[in-house]
């Protein structure tokens, strides 16, 4: 149902065949960004060790592409409220996919450097372009399913890479997977041109150009939503790029070892959000509180993701992958109804706007937790306080929650039509 509070149109309410085939390219291409984003985690143990970098540059490698995909996130809020939001992700994701192709061909520390910066300025248009998509050309009914899919893809293509990337890592080398990678995605723009999405809420940005920056982050909510981003990636980020290595170095895994039980983390997470989108659907369709099942949800994958803790002190190395394992699925829970609670309080006009804001935000998790882990393992020679750190943002997400963001419904701005009335 289309809020009162836009001066939008509601086109159709189903979702029809259009609908599913542009979700299914936007969860190929989430697959693909994560994919591509979690190769270097993937070739570390192997290029680390043939370009004689330590845990410090790693850490700074992994880092360096967030300076750019979380500095560019406001621009690219901005950019797909402006322009043709297909236009602007179908650019983006040329741009990802070169890069990726070029770490393939580069021979030291300042060209991968160089290139991890381009690969997160091509993929901050990403998560923007998302959020705009699913507001404006998908029925609201539907939010909890698409945003769980969307998710579920950006866990689906860690446990592919993981899995296929190690393989190939272990198999041609590291230089292989990034060129295979990166050439490797490029079709998918075909199929981009041809089916991507029409929306189905037209709105009027000449005379309702949706709120100011400045209006957006003058609510509370929006800071308790931020948090929760930190908090979200910086566990997230710190299995993407750090597990590998944790796996193979302080667990003593083989890379087919590590590829294997390494994607099993990540396709149970990809289960996990698929599920929980769609059960939070289905319990807010009859008729609970939208506020209670979504903080219910995002809450306690929050909390019992600290599974990660224990998962590093015990000794077998078995029962710590199982316990990862566990921390994943339960984290499921969180991601889809985060960026559901998004969408909600945003709405149509300020979707793109306030997820740059917000993902710029929250992506500092990705500047701070690789290079914050790499400091301390070198530091102190293993994991111990690293995964400490995980779980102390994992609670201060919790409580920024439940006692910064308020009711789960659409914000009323300033200059939209139920204000000025």
């Known amino acids: 149902m289309t809020s009162p509070t836009t001066s939008a149109l509601l086109l159709d309410t189903r979702m029809s065949p259009a609908h599913w085939r542009s979700l299914i390219l ?6 693909i960004n994560y994919i591509d984003r979690g190769s270097l985690s993937i070739a570390a143990p192997i290029l680390q060790k043939e370009m004689g970098l330590n845990p410090e540059q790693l850490g700074l490698l992994f880092s360096s592409f967030f300076w750019t995909y979380a500095s560019f996130q406001i621009l690219a809020g901005w950019l797909v409220d402006r322009y043709n ?18 770490t393939g061909l580069v021979g030291g520390f300042t060209g991968l450097l160089i290139l991890r910066v381009l690969l997160g300025a091509g993929e901050s248009v990403a998560y923007p372009a998302y959020s705009k998509i699913l507001a404006t050309g998908f ?10 899919l969307i998710d579920a893809g950006s866990k ?48 009027d940005k000449k005379t309702n150009p949706g709120p100011t920056a400045a209006e957006i982050l003058s609510h509370r909510s929006t800071w308790g939503t931020f948090l929760v981003l930190f908090a979200i990636n910086y566990a997230w980020y710190f299995l993407l790029t750090w597990m590998p290595t944790y796996l193979v170095q302080q667990r003593h895994f083989s890379m087919e070892k590590m590829a294997l039980l390494g994607s099993v983390a990540f396709w149970g997470l990809a289960a996990s959000t698929t599920i929980a989108g769609i059960a939070s659907d289905r319990w807010i369709a009859r008729n609970h509180n939208p506020t209670k099942v979504r903080k219910t949800f995002v809450a306690s994958g929050l909390l019992l993701c600290t599974l990660l803790v224990p998962a590093c002190y015990v000794e077998d190395a078995n029962v710590s992958m199982a316990l990862i394992i566990a921390a994943c699925l339960c984290f499921g829970l969180t991601t889809s109804n985060h960026w559901a609670v998004t969408q909600t309080l945003a709405g149509p006009l300020a979707a793109g706007k306030w997820t740059g804001l917000q993902n710029g935000f929250g992506n500092l998790a990705g500047v701070v937790a690789p290079y914050l882990t790499g400091v301390i393992v070198q530091r102190t020679g293993n994991y111990d306080y690293a995964f400490l750190v995980v779980a102390f943002f994992l609670l201060m997400g919790v409580g920024s929650l439940l006692f910064l963001v308020g009711p789960i419904r659409q914000i009323v701005w300033k200059n939209s039509p139920a204000a000025i009335a």
Request: include cysteine; proline fraction near 6%.
């Open 26 to 31: 936007l969860v190929l291409s989430v697959g």
């Open 85 to 102: 939001v297909n236009v602007v992700f179908g650019i983006g994701f040329f741009v990802w996919s070169c890069a990726t192709a070029a």
């Open 139 to 148: 029925p609201d009914r539907h939010r909890g399913l698409t945003n769980g």
């Open 156 to 203: 689906c293509g860690p446990a592919i890479g993981t899995l296929l990337g190690g393989l190939l890592v272990a198999a041609y080398g590291w230089r292989f997977l990034f060129l295979a990678l990166g050439l490797g995605s490029l079709p998918w723009l075909i199929g981009w041109m041809l089916w991507a999405p029409k929306p189905i809420v037209r709105l």
